[in-house]
């Protein structure tokens, strides 16, 4: 085998391990999905109260005072923002209910769109399927909201990794499997 088959062969079977991965991370978020939801939102507004400090600590370094100001300001709006995220977990997961229902569905009309892409190729089909399962799990957050909340980010964040595991086992398998040939 050459240098680029060999490449192939191990990125398809470092794709086929991650989408390995992938899989159990689904599984363990649906079998606690209250845990992983509030998890996601407290990581997400840990994530958002290190952006406002930094961008707190950017504003020392802007031009002029006035631009400096402004983006101290904003900082410090992103700093409030996180601490009532951390604060309020539970209102936290209510808007990324939101979001998440978004992610889905456009992430799901932009997998289907990539699986008639990659028509007649092995695996197209797995992506159709995955891109319409993210479709109609957006579908049914959003008709569920407010009382789909915490749990439903659990539940669909780990049915989405499930799929996308799969497909990454499907990916791999086709690299490795073009590689050979």
Known sequence: MNETADTAQTG?????ILGAIAIILGMLAMMAPGLTGLSVALV?????????????????????LGRGVLMFAI?????????????????????????LASYFAVD????????FQARPAPGSGWMLFGGSVSVLL?????????????YAIGI??????FFVGL??????AMVRSAAKS
């Open 156 to 161: 669909l964040l780990g049915i989405k990794l």
């Open 75 to 99: 900082g410090a709006l992103t700093l409030l923002c996180g601490i009532a995220l951390v604060a309020k977990p539970l209102f936290a997961a209510g808007f990324m209910t939101i979001l």
């Open 167 to 172: 497909m990454m086992i499907t990916g791999g």
């Open 108 to 115: 799901g009309i932009f997998e289907i769109m990539a699986g």
């Open 44 to 64: 997400v507004g840990v994530l958002v109260v290190i952006g406002g400090i930094v961008r707190m600590i950017w504003a020392f370094q802007a031009g002029s």
């Open 138 to 150: 957006g579908i049914m957050i959003w008709r569920q909201f407010p009382l789909s909340g915490v």
């Open 12 to 16: 398809g079977k470092n794709m086929t």
